[in-house]
């Protein structure tokens, strides 16, 4: 339970202990200031002393990070943060590891170590911009680019169905998925404070505006006119409401999720779904994850929060059973002559 063992401080620290002294280098306007403005803002809370934060990025725009973070960091190479952290974290349990990455970095190159460092609940906090585009090498489309997408690689439009995020984390067994959006960093701060308490891979994925090559990839959510109609905050326990006065709701029907309208055909607050991001079962959090304009509000905070054995966990317990029992193996010599051995 590493939120409960990592070192504690007794001093009060503030967002600018964590602040770094170097030059922000982002866009004006990026959403990535908003995204560093609210981890400053969440580290003080989560407790920790300031040597037992460690920040690991690949390579993308969002990979700048450990520069602008007043913390142990590491700057690797493209798609591998995730493998790096994974070696980070397992060799130094006073660590709190987190992960900023791309929709390019993580769901790109670094498929792989995305998919396995969930499906083996390593203790790590992953922070994922998906921006919806290639935004360090200049407007590309990337795994999360909407079908049809022109961009300088797909200059008729990508034929490749994208990614959904929340859908790939929970296929690969994840046990902590929420989604934010840039804009609203004091919710970021919330969700990554969630993030941090829980034991095994948190995954947060924030929907992150590119000013410059792909402004507004998420203004039908986002924009004032419609925002309240298409974003749906999620709370663990209270029942699944959204609109501008709350009058809209979620129920499970027989073909799935739906839509409803308080007051009509008999509807009341009591037939609205109430959430629950404990359940083992992940099919509810699975249609959540999926929700999307323009038939349903797209689903923000914590949307799946699952107590499950971490890998840290799993591999202490094999270490200590090792040292317990007389052990075959006391040496390399007995190592490489142990098990089907033959001689030439």
């Known amino acids: 339970m590493s939120y409960k063992t990592i070192e504690r401080t007794t001093e009060q620290l503030t967002k600018e202990d964590f602040a770094s002294d170097q030059m922000v280098k982002w866009c004006p306007g990026c959403g990535n200031h908003a995204i560093l403005a609210a981890v400053e803002n969440v580290f003080p809370q989560i407790g920790y002393k300031k040597e037992n934060f460690c920040v690991v990025s690949g390579i993308g725009c969002s990979s700048r990070f450990p520069y602008y973070m007043n913390t142990?960091?590491?700057?690797?190479?493209?798609?591998?943060a995730n493998a790096i952290a994974t070696g980070v974290r397992l060799f130094n349990r006073g660590l709190s590891v987190w992960v900023p990455t791309g929709d390019g970095d993580s769901l790109a190159i670094g498929g792989n170590h995305f998919i396995h460092v969930i499906r083996?609940?390593?203790?790590?906090?992953?922070?994922?911009?998906?921006?919806?585009i290639y935004g360090l090498t200049k407007g590309q489309y990337s795994p999360t680019s909407p079908m049809g997408k022109i961009t300088k690689s797909s200059p008729q439009g990508t034929i490749e169905h994208p990614f959904t995020v929340g859908e790939l984390v929970l296929g690969a067994q994840g046990t902590f998925f929420a989604r934010?959006?840039?804009?609203?960093?004091?919710?970021?701060?919330?969700?990554?404070?969630?993030?941090?308490k829980h034991d095994g891979t948190s995954i947060v994925e924030i929907l992150q505006n590119c000013v410059i090559f792909n402004n507004g990839a998420h203004k039908y959510i986002t924009d004032k006119e419609v925002r309240d109609n298409n974003q749906l905050y999620l709370e663990d326990g209270k029942p699944m409401l959204f609109g501008k006065d709350k009058e809209k709701g979620i129920i499970l029907g027989n073909n799935g999720l739906q839509?409803?309208?308080?007051?009509e055909n008999g509807i009341t607050e009591k037939d609205i779904l109430v959430h629950d991001m404990k359940s083992q079962n992940p099919g509810i959090h699975?249609?959540?994850?999926?929700?999307k304009p323009p038939y349903f509000p797209i689903a923000l905070g914590v949307i799946r929060s699952v107590e499950s054995p971490t890998y840290d966990q799993l591999l202490d317990e094999q270490i200590k059973t090792a040292q317990e029992n007389p052990a075959t193996v006391k040496c390399v010599d007995d190592l490489l002559n142990s098990g089907d051995t033959w001689e030439i």
């Open 286 to 291: 699975l249609m959540l994850a999926k929700m």
């Open 259 to 263: 839509v409803v309208k308080l007051g």
């Open 72 to 80: 142990y960091g590491f700057h690797s190479i493209h798609g591998r």
């Open 120 to 132: 083996r609940n390593i203790d790590l906090n992953i922070m994922l911009f998906n921006n919806e």
């Open 180 to 196: 934010v959006i840039d804009n609203k960093p004091q919710f970021i701060s919330q969700v990554m404070l969630e993030a941090a």
